[in-house]
């Protein structure tokens, strides 16, 4: 089963270098229309067993061109009492392999809730559980690690 | 937000979708295109038949269900 390996960082906890990009089905249609394809850009991401949902900074979002393909219902700190509608982009996402040989974590179709603040807080969107729900994790306290196995 | 008038047709057409719990509709204005088992497979038919237009992706369930984030972090304008 291929995994990563990381340590944990001392503000932060577990947190993973990723590369978003447009998904594979925008992908396939932006070729066909002949337009160009925006570059996939490196992020790093929060893997919060707290986020039910992947979030990802607007930043990004706009860096990649994206409109909105969903709509979810959201309920953060922020929110109080009430959830909000809140749009949702459709991406793909990797994460390497804690070896060459590793096989990356690869999502190439996924929905992400856009919200705000997070590349204030020192990343950029947060792993949530419809993607761990895919994995293993492992919280070594003890080694100051973490593992992800999909 | 956008998707306003696709998010109301899902509202509107909710009872007779209601038999599909769980998976995912596509919806383009007014319209249902098709109820599809995987959300992989309603994006990737709804860049094929609307390529750029907008279009809505939706999980299907009666009771809408809520996306709870523990962090700190709002909900955002368009990225437009």
Redesign the interface.
Known sequence: MPYFNLQLTPNQGLVANAIIAV????R???T??Q?PVPNAISVRL?V?T????T?ID?SV??SLG??????????????GTQ?????Q??ISLLIPGSHPTHFPLVV????V??????QA?GFHG?L?RDVLSRCILIYNGPAGMFTVAY | MALEKELATYKSKLPELKDSEGKFVLIHGDQVVDVYTSYEDAIKEGYAKFKLEPFLVKQIHCVEQVQFISRFADPCIPVR
């Open positions: 998904s594979h089905a925008r396939v249609a932006l066909a229309l337009q929060l919060d707290g986020a039910s949902h979030c607007p979002l706009q994206l409109t909105p393909t969903g709509i979810a219902t959201v309920n953060t700190p922020t929110t959830p909000q509608n809140q749009d982009y459709d190439p179709n996924i929905p809730i856009c919200a705000q603040f997070l807080q947060l949530g």
